[in-house]
């Protein structure tokens, strides 16, 4: 491996304390990490130049077509493996020597952190007006599965293992359960476990991309994991550990016994029948989605340990800095989307407020879906518009050590 100099067991952290160095990276973790800001690029461009951003599901296999379909869904690896690296690198800064009480300042504060960038920073690069309608998604469910997860990283690693693997299982018992049910109570439920909008006095006043109580159990799997990521058999434990999860994955969807909240049905082409299988739920992440989205992205793991050339260094670029490439992205993406309609002479009204035009008024975008080649062509424009910044970033963040660098 890249980043230990002598092989640990995965055992308590306390034997692994002194396995990395303070300022060492996991370096196949920043390249899958890399690889996943790069496919989210391709589904935000998406939203912004397609029609299948707001006339229809991309994922519907009545609707769609196999093209569409594959844009959209391979970008559904991107989430998982965001929310479980993050808890795997957490678990990293305590094998680099951060004691509990430290690591769970950090995590309680980082995590307050992302919640503010998502809800101002981030959220105004989605939709480039004041008011913007807010709208909860992946940096959210981030910083607030960090908060969690301060809460339990003075428990065993076990134990914080243990309760991931419950919440990912478990969860989706809970899925009869209805916002509707709780009456005033209804947008703590939609926080915690069902999309939806929050809505007050008749208006919606924010929507609920990314319910919470999945996503912590992502991380906290993520957290509980890491001491595979520092082990020897780490190669062949990601192995079983990611056939375990698509056997389950296989067996619980084609006989839709439990798992999510969708079930699938036999279309009339076998096509249709894929993609209707494939489409597990990811508001909030079923146990089948983790299972089928996150298994792949930890078979590449030692793909990418092993890789040299220019793919993983610019990869790696991306996924050393990954919160500077996301918000960087977002304005560069938005403000390409603004140039290119009006290159086309399209109407630019859904351009500014778009979240709220993409839910609440989606008819303002009519006429002004671009091919899907154009997607691609102004997909690989963002990627490379970022990644000078992304590079002179993580250089910055290389060299340096101030406390407040952890928090960008």
Request: glycine fraction near 6%; aromatic fraction near 12%; charged fraction near 15%.
């Amino acid at each position: 491996m890249a980043v230990a100099q002598t092989p640990v067991s995965p055992a308590p952290v306390a034997t692994t304390t002194s396995a990395l160095q303070r300022g060492t990276r996991v370096e196949a973790l920043d390249v899958l990490r890399g690889l996943v800001i790069v496919i989210m690029a391709l589904d935000h461009v998406r939203d912004y130049f397609h029609d299948s951003g707001y006339a229809y599901d991309p994922l519907d296999a009545s609707m769609t077509t196999a093209a569409v379909y594959a844009t959209r869904w391979v970008t559904h690896f991107c989430a998982p493996t965001f929310v479980f690296l993050a808890g795997v690198s957490a678990w990293l800064q305590r094998a680099k020597g951060k004691d509990p009480a430290r690591l769970a300042r950090f995590l309680l504060t980082r995590g307050l952190w992302l919640v503010v960038l998502e809800v101002t920073v981030v959220a105004f690069g989605w939709s480039f007006w004041i008011p913007y309608l807010p709208h909860f998604q992946v940096i959210w469910a981030i910083g607030w599965s960090m908060v969690a997860l301060a809460a339990l990283v003075r428990l065993p690693v076990r134990t914080v293992l243990a309760i991931g693997i419950a919440i990912v299982a478990g969860h989706n018992l809970l899925d009869p359960v209805k916002a509707g049910w709780f009456g005033a109570w209804a947008p703590a439920w939609l926080l915690l476990h069902e999309q939806g909008p929050i809505v007050r006095d008749g208006q919606i006043v924010a929507i609920v991309f990314y319910p919470l109580l999945a996503w912590i159990g992502v991380l906290a799997l993520g957290y509980g994991l890491g001491p595979v990521f520092l082990s020897p058999r780490r190669d062949r434990t990601l192995v079983r550990l990611a056939a375990g999860m698509l056997a389950l994955f296989a067996v619980l969807r084609a006989f839709n016994l439990y798992g999510d909240l969708r079930p699938w049905a036999p279309q009339p082409t076998a096509g249709a029948t894929v993609m209707a299988f494939l489409n597990a739920t990811k508001y909030p992440p079923s146990l089948l989605y983790v299972c089928v989205t996150l298994a792949p992205m930890l078979l590449l793991v030692p793909v990418f340990d092993r890789m040299r050339g220019p793919v993983p260094r610019v990869l790696r670029t991306f996924g050393a800095v990954p919160l500077m490439a996301y918000v960087a992205h977002l304005y560069v993406m938005h403000l390409l989307a603004i140039a290119v309609h009006a290159a086309a002479g399209h109407d630019l009204d859904g351009m500014f407020n778009t979240i709220h035009d993409f839910f609440i008024t989606p008819a303002v975008f009519d006429g002004t879906g671009l091919p899907l080649a154009v997607t691609y062509v102004a997909w690989i424009a963002v990627l490379a518009l970022i990644y000078p910044l992304c590079r002179w970033w993580g250089e910055v963040k290389r060299r340096r050590r101030e406390w407040w660098l952890s928090y960008l």
